[in-house]
């Protein structure tokens, strides 16, 4: 077992990034996520990896496009700003199913907005930032070791479902330097792209339904077409209405029907509380602060913490919020996740605790809202 020593979220994300197998990054500088650009810098070569400093955000997705479509893992980072430039590389890379890992490490928006505070204000744009309907998947990890693994399962997840993966840290999560035993090679799995067992067939894109493609790389041997328009299982532009909604429905469905084993979550102090927090990133962390404390006042407060932000986690909210009297959604921003609580647990007593000045919510102040709905 590795010894401890002390390492930010970034830097996590890094050695996630190595660990699954990841060997080229393209990214352009910017703050919070900065330091994963430095690490990838550094450490990629060591490994036969390659860095390249793109001239911007778009450039840099573009390149990640071209390295995953020759056969590479690949990651590129940013912050909101970043993250709207990348978005219609983005809708390219869902549609030609391209795996690939964004790191979007949260900060306070609009625009430039705050660069060097935190929020959680992209929560809905990596669900719908890219235009169309299309399949998404999104982790949000909270404490070390949760980096370290989610950054890995985002790569396992992006190469299994031959899709974009979305990992969303906040500044917060990103900054915090705070020990951990890297976890040993036993302890995780990697997942690697699987390919066709003979290279005798241009339908790349043929499957059954719910189920990824199984196509071959650029350069194995194939006149292979990968196209941002809609496509036939040739991967030829089509605009059939048929073939249309069949790819349109088998993108979608190759997420959905594996959704359960997709989707993590943990909760604390659950079973019998009274009232149950939502929280997620950052958040998560001050409220199983907040929960500790106010069981140690009699309180019983519990916390769900989603590991999986999309597909949101339906089956385990409603269980966890059976029974509750109250839920309290604790968000750095102005109402998002809430309204998808919301929509969940319909006519369930639900409180936000919100906030989006760029300071983050803390544990004593989740305490005086969570006494303050108990006393109503």
Known sequence: MSSKEIYSGNELVVKGA?????????????????????????????????????????????????????????LTATSG?????????????MMAEVPLVILNVMRGGPSTGLPTRPAQSDVMQARWGTHGDHPVIVLTP?????????????????????????????EVIAHAHEPLAVPEPTEYEVVNRKYPEKLDSLEIYKRE?????????????????????EHSDYGTPTTHPEVVELHQRRRLAKVEKYKDEIIKVKT??????????????????????AVRELRKM??????????????FPEKALEKAAQGKKKILVVEMNWGQMIYEVERVLKDRNIEGLLRMNGYAITPVEIINRVKELTHA
Request: hydrophobic share 45%.
């Open 209 to 229: 339904m719910g189920e990824p493609p199984i196509r071959p790389d650029f350069f194995m041997g194939l006149p292979i077409h990968i196209d941002s328009l």
């Open 18 to 74: 190595i660990a699954a197998g990841c060997r080229f990054f393209a990214g352009y500088p910017i703050t919070p996520s900065s330091e994963v650009a430095e690490g990838m810098a550094k450490t990629l070569p060591k490994h036969g990896g390659v860095f390249v400093q793109m001239e911007d955000e778009i450039a840099s997705i573009g390149a990640i496009i071209g390295a995953s479509l020759s056969g590479k893992k690949v």
């Open 268 to 289: 604390y102090e659950e079973e019998d509380a009274e009232i149950l927090i939502f929280a997620y990133g950052s958040m998560a962390r001050a409220s199983l602060d």
């Open 298 to 311: 009699g309180i019983k407060a519990g916390l769900f913490q989603p590991l999986t932000l999309w597909p």
């Open 142 to 170: 909270a404490f070390p070791k949760e980096i370290f693994l989610s950054t890995v399962e985002a790569f396992n997840l992006s190469e299994r479902f031959m899709t974009p993966v979305i990992l969303l840290l906040d």
């Open 81 to 93: 700003p970043g993250f709207s430039l990348k978005q219609e590389n983005l809708g390219a890379a």
